[in-house]
C-alpha cells in the first residue's frame, strides 16, 4: 500500500513513503508497519547490485510514524535530535518492517524511543527528541 498525497486536485504517489499503518497502541506507545517495495527511491544508487535500504530511511520512517499520530492528536512535531542510532542489520528490497516507538513526555521536550524490526529481527534503534507544538485552529488563523 502506498501513500497517496493528494496535491491541486492530482493525485501523486509518494515514492518516498515506507508506511502503511501506524496506530497507538496505547496512550505512549505507537505501532507501525511499513513496505519496503523492490522500486523505492531510497535504492537510487544505494548500492548498484546489492540493494540496501538507507539508514536515513528508516530514520524517515520512525519520525513519520510520530508525525501521524501527533497529527491525529491535533499536535506538531518539531525534531531536536537524535540519539544513540544504531544499525544492526541490512534491509533489502521487498522486507516489511514493523515499528515500535515509546513517547515519554518531558516539560519541555518529549522522547521518542523506537526500534524498527524485520523478521523479528532488529534492525535500527535510537531516540528522537522532539518539540511538540500545538497546530492552530484554522479560525484564529483567519483573525
Known amino acids: 500500500m502506498n501513500n497517496i498525497i493528494y ?5 501523486v504517489e ?3 513513503q515506507l508506511l502503511s499503518e501506524v496506530k497507538a497502541k496505547e496512550p505512549n506507545q505507537i505501532e ?3 513496505i519496503v517495495p ?3 527511491l531510497w535504492f537510487s544508487g544505494h548500492f548498484p547490485g546489492e540493494p540496501i535500504l538507507p539508514g536515513i530511511a ?3 520512517t520512525a519520525l513519520e510514524a510520530i508525525v501521524r499520530e501527533a497529527g491525529k492528536r491535533g499536535e506538531e512535531i518539531r525534531m531536536e535530535a537524535l540519539k544513540r542510532v544504531r544499525f544492526t542489520n541490512p534491509v533489502r528490497p521487498g522486507e516489511n ?3 515500535l516507538i515509546n513517547r515519554e513526555s518531558g516539560d ?7 526500534k524498527v524490526a524485520c523478521k523479528d529481527n532488529v534492525v535500527c534503534s535510537g ?6 507544538v500545538k497546530k492552530a485552529k484554522k479560525e484564529d488563523i483567519d483573525a
Do not use: P
Not at 7 to 11: A, N, P, V
Open 38 to 40: 523492490t522500486g523505492s
Open 127 to 132: 531516540v528522537i527528541v522532539a518539540r511538540i
Open 97 to 99: 518492517l514493523s515499528l
Open 14 to 16: 509518494d515514492q518516498w
Open 32 to 34: 507501525a508497519k511499513a
Open 108 to 114: 519541555a521536550e518529549n522522547i521518542f524511543t523506537f
Open 7 to 11: 496535491k491541486e486536485e492530482l493525485i
Open 58 to 60: 528508516l530514520i524517515y
